[in-house]
């Protein structure tokens, strides 16, 4: 990859090769993971990769508890966990971003700093709350954070989920600044700050993920070598700065994002709104516009970005080993006639995601379209999350009940237009709903990416999909040219695009997913990461020739321009 020195939008070129039918192929023989030449990588994130949990205990004929081994992780001082009477499972990452940086930490034998929120976490772990993972392979150690219920509800579904969350989406009605809220993110952002401090090494790379650690990189910076490199990605949106003079210590999140050498985001205009806002917020702050780099109390941080992608292929080989009676199963499941045009959507059960609008549009198709009564089911998954936020759980009966009152005014005794499910689906039954349906509609509101839409892509590898995406999502950057765009509030619109969708001709659609699909694969999951890491070497190199220069010619007469990699 070449990193110029210039503003940048997609900032790397592909490495890949894409045939016909869609599929990305690595033009070499190397199985690259972009973690060569990263010297001691420390990655912190709310989510961890491995979760330790007690399961049921079983019971004998005679009522007696049965005694099983624990299959647990090694410890990292060597020693195994006492034995109890209670099996001990581990939960290992399936996916995203989780799954892509898991390998990278095995062959950086790093350190992955998170939320110990199993119930057997910590009593598999050493007295620094360390355990080494992968259990099967131990190659990188995981520390562990334990969080109080109070700190949990501060926070976690406080400062981060009723503050940050609501903000960058956009929903500044819904910002709810409890007292403390604020003053335990803090106090979190500093035991995670600490924890990193005793990891990191002057060639250590810190790489901080997301809206939990605004803080961190500021005190993370205050605490390690100057030479150690810190990095974050915001994976949610930049709001405005209409939006985001609306943060309670908004101040004090730009200062604390600044404490980073690298910021990404997925899209040029969520970077722009963050110059913009750190412009005319602090103005000690001086911003590049042209390089995308910001200059506050002494340091430069360089604001990139980068649109994260999805693991392409294992979604590909996933969707084409679905067998029939898999999807069989599913159907009779959900009682879906398998003779019927299928839509789906696949969400979380969140706000941001343009739910009840999506069920509006669908309502007025079927007010327009009697033709498909009885011919097109549209099956909504949802899953329930922060359900200990009145907001969410608000939320989630606004959904449960408009799918019910359009079920009633369309349905008939066999037929149901909406098949609802708050069910846990498998990644197998998801590549199967994917590679089935004729029509992916993904709506939100607001969203930073929108991964959903590219393992819809990804799985499609019949190219007979039709996938209708929201302009706000950040996936429209790449998708939006070959996908059915909506705006998610104009229902007239949206159920207009929906009958388009429906109509397409085989070849129309063939001709669409086509492209899309080698976009996906062009711009996977491996891509982003080798991006982020590329830019990170590029920082390296340049903080230690400008260390070099400084020594040599301390005046600085010597200064010439930074070359392109």
Same mark, same amino acid.
């Given at each position: 990859m070449r990193v110029t020195d210039e503003r940048l939008s997609l900032t790397a070129p592909s490495n890949r090769q894409i045939r016909a039918d869609g599929n990305g192929q690595r033009t070499d023989d190397s199985q690259s993971n972009g973690v060569t030449g990263l010297d001691s990588l420390i990655v912190v994130s709310n989510r961890q990769p491995y979760r330790h949990e007690y399961e049921a205990v079983p019971t004998a004929a005679d009522g007696d508890r049965v005694t099983q081994p624990s299959d647990v992780s090694t410890r990292t001082d060597g020693a195994v966990p006492e034995p109890t009477d209670a099996r001990i499972t581990v939960d290992e990452p399936t996916g995203g971003l989780t799954a892509g940086l898991d390998p990278v930490l095995q062959q950086a034998s790093g350190?992955? !700093?998170?939320? #110990?929120?199993?119930?057997?976490?910590?009593?598999?772990?050493? /007295?620094?709350?360390?355990?080494?993972?992968?259990?099967?392979?131990?190659?990188?150690?995981?520390?562990?954070?334990?969080?109080? /219920?109070? *700190?949990?509800?501060?926070? @976690?579904?406080?400062?981060? +989920?009723?503050? %940050?969350?609501?903000?960058?989406? #956009?929903?500044?009605?819904?910002? +709810?600044?409890?007292? +403390?809220?604020? /003053?335990?993110?803090r106090t979190i952002n500093e035991r995670f700050a600490e924890a990193v401090s005793e990891h990191a090494t002057a060639d250590s790379i810190v790489w901080l993920q997301d809206y939990h650690f605004a803080l961190a990189s500021r005190m993370i910076r205050d605490r390690v070598p100057r030479s150690t490199t810190v990095a974050q990605f915001w994976h949610v949106p930049w709001p405005t700065l209409a939006t985001f003079q609306h943060?309670?210590?908004?101040?004090?999140?730009? &200062?604390?994002? %600044? #404490?980073?050498?690298?910021?990404?985001?997925?899209?040029?205009?969520? *970077?722009?709104?963050?110059?913009?806002?750190?412009?005319?917020?602090?103005?000690?702050?001086?911003?590049?516009?042209? =390089?995308?780099?910001?200059?506050?109390?002494?340091e430069s941080t360089r604001v990139v970005a980068t649109p994260m992608g999805v693991d392409a292929e294992s979604y590909d080989r996933d969707a084409r080993s679905v067998s029939s009676s898999?999807?069989?199963?599913?159907?009779?499941? @959900?009682?879906?006639?398998? &003779?019927?045009? !299928?839509?789906? #959507?696949?969400?979380?059960?969140?706000?941001?995601?343009?739910?009840? /609008?999506?069920?509006?549009?669908?309502?007025?198709?079927?007010?327009w379209n009697p033709s498909w009564h009885d011919e097109f089911t549209f099956i909504q998954t949802a899953t329930p999350s922060r359900t200990d936020i009145q907001t969410y759980e608000q939320h989630g009966t606004l959904v449960r009940s408009e799918v019910e009152r359009i079920n009633q005014r369309f349905g008939t005794q066999s037929w149901d237009p909406i098949v609802y499910t708050e069910d846990y689906i498998s990644a197998a039954d998801l590549c199967a709903l994917y590679?089935? *349906?004729?029509?992916? !509609?993904?709506?939100? %509101?607001?969203?930073?990416? +929108?991964?959903?839409?590219?393992?819809?892509?990804?799985?499609?590898?019949?190219?007979?999909?039709?996938?209708?995406?929201?302009q706000d999502a950040g996936a429209h950057e790449t998708l939006g040219s070959h996908a059915l765009t909506v705006d998610p509030t104009d229902v007239p619109d949206f159920a207009h695009q929906i009958e388009r969708a429906v109509s397409l001709s085989p070849s129309e659609r063939h001709r669409r997913m086509h492209t899309l699909r080698n976009r996906v694969f062009d711009r996977d999951l &491996?891509?982003?990461?080798?991006?982020?890491?590329?830019? !990170?070497? @590029?920082?390296?190199?340049?903080?230690?020739?400008?260390?070099?220069? =400084?020594?040599?010619?301390?005046?600085g007469d010597s200064y010439e321009r930074t070359p392109s990699m």
């Open positions: 350190t992955w !700093i998170a939320w #110990g929120d199993g119930d057997a976490d910590f009593d598999v772990a050493d /007295e620094h709350n360390c355990v080494a993972v992968p259990p099967d392979d131990p190659s990188y150690t995981l520390q562990r954070i334990d969080l109080s /219920e109070e *700190a949990v509800d501060s926070y @976690y579904y406080g400062f981060s +989920n009723r503050v %940050l969350w609501p903000l960058c989406h #956009g929903f500044v009605d819904l910002v +709810n600044d409890r007292s +403390n809220d604020f /003053e335990w993110y943060c309670p210590a908004g101040d004090r999140i730009l &200062e604390g994002l %600044l #404490g980073n050498d690298l910021l990404g985001f997925h899209v040029d205009r969520y *970077a722009e709104r963050f110059l913009e806002c750190v412009q005319r917020s602090l103005p000690a702050a001086a911003v590049d516009w042209e =390089r995308q780099t910001v200059t506050y109390d002494g898999q999807l069989s199963s599913l159907f009779d499941r @959900y009682d879906v006639s398998r &003779e019927n045009l !299928i839509g789906l #959507g696949v969400d979380r059960l969140d706000y941001t995601k343009g739910i009840p /609008e999506r069920l509006a549009a669908i309502e007025r198709f079927l007010e590679r089935r *349906a004729e029509l992916m !509609i993904v709506s939100p %509101l607001a969203d930073g990416m +929108n991964l959903v839409a590219q393992e819809y892509v990804a799985a499609s590898v019949d190219s007979d999909g039709t996938l209708v995406l929201s &491996e891509w982003w990461m080798e991006t982020q890491f590329d830019w !990170i070497r @590029y920082l390296r190199h340049r903080t230690s020739r400008d260390a070099a220069t =400084r020594d040599s010619d301390p005046d």
